[in-house]
């Protein structure tokens, strides 16, 4: 699904699967999505007998790191239902998180990010301030599994 080109995209357009299916609607919708990223640790092994005075390079465990989403509060519980979802131990609680990003115009998804066996670690509201002009805020941080691209 990959759409290679010589300038880069632009990061503003973007939609967000929560696992439901749908990126349409002000619950699909996200004003920031921390970046996304994964790393294969490294095992050092080396032999007392080994010819040679350096170690060998093996490879380790794969980790994904943790997601964070922010977006404006809109009165909506659906976050606090998954992780309520999610600390009651409920196995089905835990959602495949799709994000895609979307070239300039919006007509074709160039890029798209799988957050497997997603599942919420993380929700903060606020800071509220009764002298402030600023939108209240939700966040929400996911740890996954895996993460696969197209």
């Given at each position: 699904?990959?759409v290679l080109?010589?300038?880069?995209?632009?990061?503003f357009?973007f939609l967000?699967?929560?696992?439901?299916?749908?990126t349409?609607g002000?619950?699909a919708?996200?004003?920031?999505?921390?970046?996304i990223?994964?790393?294969?640790?490294?095992?050092?092994y080396?032999?007392?007998?080994?010819?040679?005075?350096?170690p060998?390079?093996?490879t380790?465990?794969?980790?994904a790191?943790?997601v964070?989403?922010k977006?404006g509060?809109i009165?909506?519980l659906?976050?606090?239902?998954?992780?309520d979802?999610i600390?009651?131990?409920?196995p089905a609680?835990?959602?495949?998180?799709?994000?895609?990003?979307?070239?300039?115009?919006?007509t074709?998804?160039?890029?798209?990010?799988?957050l497997l066996?997603?599942?919420?670690?993380?929700h903060?509201?606020?800071?509220?301030?009764?002298?402030?002009t600023?939108?209240?805020?939700?966040?929400?941080?996911?740890?996954?599994?895996?993460?696969?691209?197209?």
């Open positions: 699904m990959a080109r010589e300038r880069p995209y632009a990061q357009n967000v699967d929560l696992g439901t299916g749908t349409d002000p619950e919708g996200f004003q920031e999505c921390s970046a990223s994964m790393s294969v640790d490294v095992i050092e080396r032999n007392g007998n080994e010819k040679e005075n350096h060998r390079k093996l380790g465990l794969a980790r790191s943790d964070t989403l977006r509060i009165g909506s659906s976050l606090y239902k998954w992780l979802q600390r009651n131990g409920d609680a835990l959602r495949n998180v799709v994000i895609h990003l979307q070239n300039e115009d919006h074709m998804i160039v890029m798209t990010w799988k066996r997603a599942r919420i670690i993380k903060r509201s606020g800071p509220l301030n009764g002298k402030g600023d939108v209240a805020m939700e966040e929400l941080t996911l740890a996954y599994e895996r993460l696969e691209l197209e």
